[in-house]
């Protein structure tokens, strides 16, 4: 055995380790304590980082909902078609209620993958909104547009109406969803600007009626004026139903422009409503009202997307005022 010289330092044993390089089957309190392991390490240092493989998939959906906005605006414009090949069938304007619709499926779901996947962004904000500027705003003016123009047009609906009609009515109506586009596209630019964060606290009212809100009336009545005149009264269609009952999409086209630029307040559905838990019999009403909805799904879905419209002018009117604070001596 070599000698030790004074001067060789000597050093204890780690604890958990034998003096022959062996453990012997005690844990090292010490690194594990300053050392995270498995998986809630991993996910605890990802905390407020992007989740590599999973950032793609807001922006995913938000490009859903842009080519289902694209896919609208193409159906609506084979309205006038004699009998062209559509999904399941269906007349064009059903399907681009449907693919309205649709876009507000993955429109409500962009944002909460951005924050479940701690990639939120000012890109992602603004490509969202240009998306909904062509689902919720031009797909749903030109569906109006097209309906209108089936029984107010010239040559069995092909002629689309526009602002070269001789027509008053026709100039009108393409006035109004021009105006729509324009309220739509100033709607969700003061979203942005006025959007403190992309926290769910921060997204519980709405200051003016929300574009897929309003999108979804129009799309919601179009089918429901396509589910009374194509299926429900095809054999004894009332006569002149069909034209009478297109009068009034313009005009509810035009209130909810109105009330996308209005200072009125919305409630974020999904965030007030849906999220967290629900008593027992606050379950027992969403059942009823799905029920309702799978029995009668046109009527229920205009009905659902109009009074949800017209919750802004009416809680503005039983909502209490501030009292007026008395002017300084």
């Known amino acids: 055995m070599k000698p030790r010289r004074p001067n060789d330092a000597v050093t204890e044993p780690k604890p958990g380790t034998r003096t022959d390089g062996r453990s012997d089957g005690t844990m090292d309190l010490t690194q594990s304590a300053d050392r995270p392991r498995g998986m809630r390490g ?3 240092r990802r905390k407020g980082r992007p989740i590599p493989g999973l950032k793609v998939l807001p922006t995913m959906m938000t490009m859903a909902n842009l080519v289902c906005g694209f896919a609208a605006i193409y159906y609506s414009a084979r309205a006038g078609e004699g009998g062209g090949l559509t999904p399941f069938g ?7 209620g449907v693919l309205v619709f649709l876009g507000m499926a993955f429109d409500a779901v962009d944002g909460s993958l951005a924050r479940l996947t701690h990639s939120t962004s000012d890109l992602g904000a603004q490509l969202d909104s240009l ?8 797909a749903p003016a030109f569906m109006m547009l ?29 006035s109004i969803a021009a105006i729509y586009i324009c309220c739509t596209a100033l709607r969700l630019a003061r979203f942005n600007v006025e959007t403190a964060s992309a926290s769910e606290d921060d997204h519980l009212w709405f200051k003016g009626l929300p574009s897929p809100g309003a999108g979804g009336a129009v799309a919601s009545l179009t089918l429901l004026h396509q589910h009374l ?17 297109s009068l009034f999409i313009p005009a509810a086209t035009l209130l909810c422009a109105f009330a996308m ?29 799905v029920a309702i909805g799978v029995w009668w799904f046109h009527e229920a ?11 802004g002018p009416i809680g503005s009117m039983f909502r209490r005022r501030p009292p007026a604070t008395p002017d300084a001596a």
Do not use: Q
């Not at 269906?90 to 681009?96: G, K, M, R, S």
């Not at 005149?229 to 009952?245: M, R, Y």
């Open 42 to 44: 991993r996910l605890r």
């Open 229 to 245: 005149v194509l299926v429900t009264w095809k054999a004894e269609l009332p006569a002149g139903f069909g034209s009478t009952s």
């Open 146 to 174: 097209r309906l209108v123009s089936l029984y107010y047009g010239s040559g069995e609906g092909e002629t689309i109406l526009g602002p070269d009609t001789g027509n008053l009515y026709p100039r009108l109506c393409w």
């Open 261 to 289: 630029v209005s200072p009125m307040r919305y409630p974020h559905f999904v965030n007030r409503y849906l999220k967290g838990r629900k008593s027992l019999p606050a379950m027992a009403s969403m059942l009823v009202v």
């Open 90 to 96: 269906w007349h064009p304007l059903t399907v681009a």
């Open 301 to 311: 879905l205009a009905i659902g997307m109009t009074g949800y419209a017209l919750s």
């Open 131 to 138: 998306a909904d500027v062509v689902t919720f705003g031009v």
